[in-house]
């Protein structure tokens, strides 16, 4: 389905599914990852390996292109398009006072201490669940925590390309 569509055209189209790189859409489309997907949910795979094998250090940036959650971004109406609905579907955009100073408290102690903010794929979850996953990983080692982060990135990527998927089958 992606074979002929212009480098620019699918660059456009999911180079925002990892929260601001576009690099990994650039890299699998240079690469021929896309070749043989039928729709976006068949891209999952050839993105999580191009970050997969990046290394740390991209790695880490793309960490770091994460918003906080219920975060000032957040208050500001400055998140991308993804995440404000990502959030919002979680009821992060009604805290209380207390769970937004939560929230704040958490995020500036997570980033201290892994370098990177707190990430996790919201969509089916409550405020309630996240802050408890957000209490209980904040005491996880940093090798554990870089590893789980990556992982609700893809996650995140992933339910981003099922939602791209009636966009291309309508």
């Not at 970050?51 to 250090?57: R, Y």
């Not at 929230?103 to 919201?122: D, H, M, Q, S, W």
């Not at 990135?153 to 981003?160: D, K, Y």
Request: with cysteine; aromatic share 10%; glycine share 6%.
């Amino acid at each position: 389905m992606f074979a002929d569509m212009p480098r620019e055209e699918f660059v456009e189209r999911f180079g925002g599914v990892y929260e601001h790189s576009p690099w990994i859409a650039e890299k699998c489309f240079d690469e021929g990852g896309h070749l043989k997907a039928a729709r976006p949910s068949d891209l999952a795979g050839p993105f999580a390996h191009i970050v997969e094998t990046s290394g740390p250090e991209p790695q880490r940036v793309l960490l770091c292109a994460h918003p906080d959650l219920a975060g000032k971004l957040a208050t500001r109406g400055a998140l991308t398009a993804e995440s404000t609905a990502e959030q919002a579907s979680a009821g992060l955009d009604q805290c209380s006072e207390e769970e937004f100073e939560e929230f704040t408290r958490l995020n500036t102690e997570y980033r201290a201490k892994f370098g990177f903010p707190f990430i996790l794929a919201v969509k089916g979850r409550n405020r309630a669940e996240i802050l408890e996953n957000f209490r209980t990983r904040i005491h996880n080692d940093v090798a554990t925590e870089f590893r789980e982060a990556l992982n609700q990135v893809h996650q995140i990527a992933r339910l981003r390309l099922e939602a791209l998927n009636d966009e291309f089958t309508a």
